[in-house]
């Protein structure tokens, strides 16, 4: 058993549904990477950037993995440049985007990562679908159902969710 991450991903551009499944089914495909749990998919309207861009689709997925935070890292940007992910402007429309959420117990603050994610105890779309997975889920001793309360764009998010994969092995549950 290696170390159990939390990615976070989200879209707003193309066929978002089919582009999280495939991501999170691409992230199980690596050979250093177990898909333990998936989210339910939640809509959410989008947290900064240009105000003209769509709603996203966000889940969340549990790993279990055997790569460095910083191969992780990599891992997760070889996904998303197979999805056509464009970095042309901070927080703006994307086919995909990938964050390391959290790492185990690692705290890490390096320009090109940080662990836990700088932002992710205070967004809903973060949160919530990490609640839906994982309701005993914690974030630096705060319960992340809390947290999800306390966010702000909470009111932002859609009433609908749907899974992101079958339940089964590498799908829904683990149990």
Same mark, same amino acid.
């Given at each position: 058993?290696g170390?159990?991450?939390? !990615?976070? !991903?989200?879209?707003?551009? *193309?066929?978002?549904?089919?582009? !999280?499944?495939?991501?999170?089914?691409?992230?199980?495909?690596?050979?250093?990477?177990?898909?333990?749990?998936?989210?339910?998919?939640?809509?959410?309207?989008?947290?900064?950037?240009?105000?003209?861009?769509?709603?996203?689709l966000?889940?969340?997925?549990?790993?279990d993995?055997?790569?460095s935070?910083?191969?992780?890292?990599?891992?997760?940007?070889?996904?998303?440049?197979?999805?056509?992910?464009?970095?042309?402007?901070? &927080?703006?429309?994307?086919?995909?985007?990938?964050?390391?959420?959290?790492?185990?117990?690692?705290?890490?603050?390096?320009?090109?990562?940080?662990?836990?994610?700088l932002?992710?105890?205070?967004?809903a779309?973060?949160?919530?679908? &990490?609640?839906?997975?994982?309701?005993?889920?914690? !974030?630096?001793?705060?319960?992340?159902?809390?947290?999800?309360?306390?966010?702000a764009?909470? *009111?932002?998010? *859609?009433?609908?969710?749907?899974?992101?994969?079958?339940?089964?092995?590498?799908?829904?549950d683990?149990?």
């Amino acid at each position: 058993m290696g170390t159990l991450a939390v !990615l976070a !991903l989200g879209a707003n551009l *193309g066929d978002r549904e089919d582009t !999280l499944r495939r991501a999170a089914q691409d992230l199980a495909a690596h050979p250093r990477i177990t898909l333990t749990r998936a989210s339910p998919v939640v809509r959410s309207k989008p947290v900064g950037g240009p105000a003209d861009q769509g709603d996203y689709l966000n889940a969340v997925v549990e790993v279990d993995t055997e790569l460095s935070p910083f191969a992780l890292l990599r891992a997760c940007q070889e996904v998303e440049q197979r999805h056509h992910r464009v970095r042309a402007q901070r &927080w703006g429309p994307r086919t995909l985007d990938i964050d390391i959420v959290v790492y185990g117990a690692l705290h890490l603050d390096e320009p090109d990562l940080t662990v836990p994610h700088l932002r992710a105890a205070t967004r809903a779309f973060v949160l919530v679908p &990490w609640a839906l997975m994982d309701p005993a889920a914690t !974030l630096d001793g705060r319960r992340v159902v809390d947290l999800a309360r306390e966010a702000a764009d909470l *009111g932002g998010l *859609g009433p609908d969710t749907v899974p992101l994969l079958p339940a089964g092995p590498g799908g829904g549950d683990r149990d």
